[in-house]
């Protein structure tokens, strides 16, 4: 079978990125064909958006799309391309992964964390205004329907994949009628899911809770500010952003990302990690049913890293590498998996969805 899938290399280092995942997904066997769009600077320049109505009118079409690095300006320019796209497409559950990885130097070994995390409202709504010169308010929005989707949305992934606990973030102690309401929603939706264990943790010490032991946790349930911050900070466990890949889901859609920045800074110089973005491809296929090819990208991916080949790895994960080298180590590693490797305990243990 062929999926159309929209295409977003987004700028910096994300065309490099991209062309990586490319490669890696044509080998895998998945049958793909792209509609490529423009997003980010190269869409500013072309169109003066970085969101043009293309990409929506691709994605609206393909239901499906994977994004690479795009750059946001702070504190001036145009709003996120990212939180816009989410919006417009009501991608209401953002979900990532974090899994550690052999090779890769962490703090923390064998971590497997879930931070699924509600995309569409809260200071995210963008609702900001000047109250007086010197004076800004910016609104928080939370909905009981938006609370009430995105932790019936945690307690259905815990179930189809196993998990065992789910962990609802909050501040309600300080916030107590806007966090008051998303734990509200949470422990009525937590009663449909008994064998799911449930708890509750305040955020800051949630962040205080994951650098000591990071263990304890299985699923974090996030309202949007928490969990965008909360799943940097489990990133850095595994290793940084650049080993974690994201994942957007909608009643009519799905957008796979890397959560990584554009690196403008190292961008045309072909040393850039593609790790990030060849997991959300990962991601991709899985959720087009197309598992085996997933499985065979996942598990080349292991054979690689684990091999820690200097030549075959990029200088952010401790190789002399370029991107088109730890592509080709990982073509080569694809094309040498027999099925009884792709049974291997690691892979099925540590397959990230």
Sequence with gaps: MTHRVTLMPGDGIGPEVASAALEVVAAS??????????????????FGTPLPDAVLRSLKKTRVGIKGPVTTQVGKGFPSANVTLRKQLDLFANLRPV??????????????????????EDLYAGVEHRLTPGVVGSMKIITWDACTRIA????????ERG????????????????????LEACRKIAKRYPPIEYEEVIVDALSMKLVVNPYQFDILLCTNLYGDIISDLCAGLVGGLGVVPG???????????????SAPDIAGRGIANPTAMILAAELMLRHLGESAAADRIH??????????????????????????????A??????????????RPYAVQGRIA
């Design 299 to 328: 598990d080349a991916l292991i054979n690689v890293l684990s091999s820690r080949r200097k030549k075959s790895l990029t200088p952010d994960i401790g190789g002399s590498g370029t991107t088109q080298g730890f592509t080709e």
């Design 330 to 343: 990982l073509l080569a590693a694809m094309r040498g998996l027999t099925e009884s490797e792709l049974t």
């Design 163 to 182: 998990r065992k606990k789910v962990t609802a973030v909050h501040k309600a102690n300080i916030m107590k009628i806007a966090d008051g309401l998303f």
């Design 152 to 159: 019936k949305f945690a307690f259905e992934y815990a179930v």
């Design 247 to 261: 994942a957007n889901f909608g009643k009519r859609g799905a957008v796979f990302e890397t959560v990584h920045g």
């Design 99 to 120: 899994l550690s990885l052999p090779g890769v130097k962490a703090r923390y070994k064998n971590i497997d964390l879930v931070i699924v995390r509600e995309n569409t």
């Design 29 to 46: 066997g998945a049958q793909i064909e792209w509609d490529e769009v423009m997003v980010g600077q190269p869409a500013i320049k072309e």
